[in-house]
C-alpha cells in the first residue's frame, strides 16, 4: 500500500524557518518524481515545488523561490522541505505527493493527509 505521511508542521513567528518531512512507503521512492502542494484557509490547492527522481532537478513557485528548497533522500524514502523566512501568507495544510508520470505535468496520484503551518506573530 502506497504511504505518504507528512511531518513537522506547526506554528512559526513570521521570518522562522521549518522543516516538513514527507515519509513513503509501499512503493519503490526513488522511481518517481515528488512535489510539494499547499492548501490555505478558504483556498484552492496551489503547486509549490517538484524534485525529479534522482534530486538533480528542482521547481519553484515564484513566490517561494530562494525562501524554500525541496529534496530528497532516496535512501530514507523522505522527501523534503525547508522553508525559511516564512510570512504570513505561506500558512496553509502541506501536502507531499507522488508524480503520475514526469516531474512539471501537475498530475499526481497519492497525496498524504498534510500537515499544517501556521505563520503568525
Known amino acids: 500500500e502506497v504511504q505518504l505521511v507528512e511531518s513537522g508542521g506547526g506554528l512559526v513567528q513570521p521570518g522562522g524557518s521549518l522543516r516538513l518531512s514527507c515519509a513513503a512507503s509501499?512503493?519503490?521512492?526513488?522511481?518517481?518524481?515528488m512535489s510539494w502542494v499547499r492548501q490555505a484557509p478558504g483556498k484552492g490547492l496551489e503547486w509549490i515545488s517538484d524534485?525529479?527522481?534522482?534530486?538533480?532537478?528542482?521547481s519553484y513557485l515564484y513566490s517561494v523561490k530562494d525562501r524554500f528548497t525541496i529534496s530528497r533522500d532516496n535512501v530514507k524514502n523522505t522527501l523534503y522541505l525547508q522553508m525559511s523566512s516564512l510570512k504570513l501568507e505561506d500558512t496553509a495544510v502541506y501536502y507531499c505527493?507522488?508524480?503520475?508520470?514526469?516531474?512539471?505535468?501537475?498530475?499526481?496520484?497519492?497525496w498524504g493527509r498534510g500537515t499544517q503551518v501556521t505563520v503568525s506573530s
Open positions: 509501499g512503493f519503490t521512492f526513488g522511481g518517481y518524481a
Open positions: 505527493a507522488r508524480n503520475w508520470g514526469i516531474m512539471g505535468k501537475g498530475e499526481y496520484d497519492y
Open positions: 524534485i525529479n527522481t534522482s534530486g538533480s532537478s528542482t
